[in-house]
């Protein structure tokens, strides 16, 4: 079966995020849209995945737990999980790889972490638009250390993507699927060195106005969590 989906979005966590985008206000947004399967995506933190999670599941939405993790290279990855306990524990492993310094509100904007009733719960002081000292051929593994699955963010831009950084696609790194942006040149999914690839294209919200419609699809036998990672972790070919 086919189903909508937006693997990719911040909330007000991210520091590059709008304020606007509560994990109430995000869910609802998503919903609006016609999606049906969305992911929370901040950077590097899990931090309002579940309340996001929640508040998505109120508006009768599939939701994962997720992080846009930052390596040590400044590749930005999306790992999501189907499990939130899974995600929170994986969040606090990467918060010991994050640099040793505060985050400057006024040049890089707030950090919130909500509740899904919209209640700011307090203000995250840790900088996490900062890269962590992870190296991109140890975040597959590390992912998967924690049940989840992992892809290269849009890798057609120039920076903060793997193309963008390496320059080619290197298959011994064991991602089996990366993201393409919407504005992506449609030759550059023929590339050779990305035949074979699972190619998913999201949006990259950090405001309300920037979420997409349903356009893009996952074909997948149920519409759960569970199935969303599976998919993204099977070998191209395989599921």
């Known amino acids: 079966m086919q189903f909508y989906y937006d693997l990719h979005l911040h909330s007000c966590l991210s520091p590059c995020g709008s304020d606007e985008m509560t994990p109430a206000n995000l869910a609802a947004m998503c919903a ?12 590097n933190t899990c931090g309002n995945c579940a309340a996001f999670c929640r508040a998505a599941q109120s508006n009768g939405l599939t939701a994962l737990s997720g992080m846009e993790l930052c390596t040590q290279e400044e ?3 999306v790992c999501l999980f189907a499990d939130p306990e899974a995600a929170q524990d994986f969040s606090r492993e990467i918060a010991r790889h994050l640099p040793p310094i505060p985050n400057n509100p006024e040049r890089f904007g707030r950090q919130l972490r909500m509740d899904d009733g919209d209640e700011i719960l307090g203000e995250e002081t840790a900088f996490l638009a900062g ?15 924690w049940g989840g699955a992992a892809f290269p963010a849009h890798i057609d831009r120039p920076s903060f993507s793997l193309l963008g950084v390496l320059g080619l696609w290197d298959p011994d790194l064991g991602f089996t699927a990366a993201e393409l ?16 690839l699972k190619l998913l294209t999201c949006s990259d919200a950090h405001y309300l106005d920037q979420v997409w419609g349903a356009e893009h699809t996952l074909d997948l ?5 569970q199935e969303v990672v599976r998919y993204l972790a099977c070998r191209p070919g395989v599921g």
Request: with cysteine; proline share 14%.
């Open 32 to 43: 609006l849209a016609g999606l049906q399967i969305v992911a929370l995506t901040d950077h």
């Open 221 to 225: 036998p149920e519409c759960t969590p």
């Open 75 to 77: 590749i930005h990855v």
């Open 181 to 196: 942006s919407h504005r992506c040149p449609p030759e550059l999914a023929c590339r050779p060195d990305l035949a074979g």
């Open 131 to 145: 890269s962590t000292d992870i190296p991109l051929y140890q975040v597959p593994q590390l992912v998967t250390r």
